[in-house]
C-alpha cells in the first residue's frame, strides 16, 4: 500500500486546514486509516483514525478535528479547525492492512502561528 498525503500549510490560530491522504496499491487489505504528528523534539502522536465501523481521536483534538473517509477514492480527509500554535508537528498519514501491517506516508508540515 502506497500513501500520498498533502495539504499542509501555514496557518494563524484559529484558521482551518484540511488534509487529504490517498492510498494506492493493495487498498482492499486495508482497516484503517488516520493521522499521527510528529512536533520537534517530541515522539509522534496519535490524532486520528477511521475504520468501517469507527471515528476515533485523540483528546486534544476531539471537537477540532474531523476525519472522514471517501471510499470510492480510497482517500481520507483530516478537516483541522480552531487550530493553535500546539498542533504544528509534521502529519503522517497512516493505514494498517487487516494483517496488522503499518504503512505511512511522508509527512506533511502544518504550522499554526500564534
Known amino acids: 500500500v502506497q500513501l500520498q498525503a498533502s495539504g499542509g500549510g501555514l496557518v494563524q490560530a484559529g484558521g482551518s486546514l484540511r488534509l487529504s491522504c490517498a492510498a494506492s496499491?493493495?487498498?482492499?487489505?486495508?482497516?484503517?486509516m488516520g493521522w499521527y504528528r510528529q512536533a520537534p523534539g517530541k515522539q509522534r502522536e496519535f490524532v486520528a483514525r477511521i475504520t468501517s465501523s469507527s471515528t476515533n481521536y485523540a483528546d486534544s483534538v476531539k471537537g477540532r478535528f474531523t476525519l472522514s473517509r471517501d471510499n470510492a477514492r480510497d482517500t481520507v480527509y483530516l478537516q483541522m479547525n480552531s487550530l493553535k500554535p500546539e498542533d504544528t508537528a509534521v502529519y503522517y498519514c497512516n493505514c494498517k492492512d487487516r494483517w496488522g501491517l503499518d504503512y505511512w506516508g511522508q509527512g506533511t508540515q502544518v504550522t499554526v502561528s500564534s
Open positions: 496499491g493493495n487498498v482492499l487489505s486495508v482497516n484503517t
